[in-house]
């Protein structure tokens, strides 16, 4: 396993990061008991949890993850994991979470992180994320800017100013941002440098051979200013495994929760997923290798966030992560997206 720097932070991270989200609903706590020794085992030392999770959010299950990656860490040496966990942010209907929050505000991100302590049952959160930007902003399948959305949104000097207060404190460590734009993350950086606080380490979008979005302004930004991308969703829920092409009813999370689909319902979207899938078996690789091993060796990625619900599902995509692709692989999936360019933003 590589170990990498987070961003500009002191945070040393396995190139491979444990995503949670369907700990509590497709995983039994036993089985995502399972998935963490497996990882750790394998050399990850890094989990992303969020507080809403796992997905879909439910009153039923709100907070399950974290209380089950926390009655992990319960019989581990705190520092072998750095915990990375999220803010669930204004702007979606939650009501069971804190009330429904209405903004990014100083209380609000307080109750947050105390709640996550609590469920985690540790002292601190060494990355402390908001799961998305309290403001109108396209995401999840998004894909314009429309103004007639717009809103108010906490302003984002006090949105740092709050979450700096918690890293003096020493509730969390480092934070970071997650489905952020290039004006969202430049605005909280030069907040944090004009106001003397702590600086954003990374940001945690969707990125994948479906979606590169990140590589049009992002990657400068981060490049520039010390950022490191966690990518999510590299495997487009399940669509690079090209399992959905021979049978669309294939279980997974697409057809187990369809509300999900939104982001994938996009024209050139089965298309692309066929070329590619389609190169990666000209090159004896699996769609699914091809897809994790292309993501895993970006250079501005610092952990890749992958999720399974099987044992198998997880060592699989653990491999395909260590693998690396060679320039004239690269080269033709570039010539790919070309033709493919960004079917699922």
């Known amino acids: 396993m590589e170990y990498r720097k987070l961003g500009a932070s002191d945070l040393l991270v396995s190139s491979v990061c444990l995503g949670t989200m369907t700990f509590g609903q497709q995983n039994s706590e036993a089985e995502a008991h399972a998935q963490l020794d497996a990882a750790f085992a394998h050399g990850v030392n890094f989990i992303d949890t969020a507080e809403m999770y796992p997905v879909p959010p439910r009153a039923e299950t709100s907070g399950a993850t974290e209380s089950i990656v926390g009655s992990w860490l319960k019989g581990r040496a705190r520092d072998t994991a750095i915990v990375a966990t999220k803010l669930t942010s204004a702007g979606r209907k939650l009501d069971w979470i804190r009330g429904g929050p209405e903004s990014n505000g100083r209380e609000t991100i307080r109750a947050a992180v105390e709640g996550s ?15 998305w930007p309290d403001r109108n902003q396209p995401m999840f ?3 314009r800017f429309d103004e007639t959305n717009e809103r108010a949104f906490t302003p984002i000097r006090e949105q740092m100013a709050a979450m700096a207060e918690l ?3 020493g509730k969390i460590r480092y934070v970071g941002l ?16 004009e106001l003397g606080l702590p600086r954003v380490v990374s940001v945690q979008n969707a990125y994948s051979l479906l979606n590169r979005v990140f590589e049009q302004a992002l990657a400068e930004v981060c490049f520039r200013e010390k950022v490191s991308l966690l990518p999510y969703s590299v495997l487009a829920f399940g669509h690079l495994t090209a399992k959905y092409l021979e049978d669309p009813s294939a279980t997974g999370r697409i057809t187990l929760f369809p509300a999900f689909g ?3 319902e996009k024209p050139n979207v089965r298309p692309a997923v066929e070329a590619y ?14 897809a994790l091993a292309f993501v895993a060796g970006r250079p501005f990625v610092g952990s890749t966030i992958i999720g399974a619900t099987t044992l198998t599902q997880l060592n699989a995509n653990l491999r395909a992560c260590e693998r690396s692709l060679d320039a004239g692989l690269l080269a033709e999936i570039d010539a790919l997206h070309l033709q493919f ?3 699922a933003p």
């Open 141 to 143: 399948g998004g894909w």
């Open 167 to 169: 890293v003096t404190e």
């Open 262 to 264: 939104q982001r994938y």
């Open 277 to 290: 899938a389609a190169l990666a078996r000209r090159h004896d690789l699996t769609p699914s290798e091809l």
């Open 117 to 131: 302590l609590r469920r985690l049952g540790t002292d601190y959160i060494d990355l402390y994320q908001i799961h």
């Open 341 to 343: 360019t960004n079917p």
């Open 178 to 193: 997650s489905n952020e734009n290039p004006w969202g993350l430049m605005t909280f950086l030069r907040a944090a440098d």
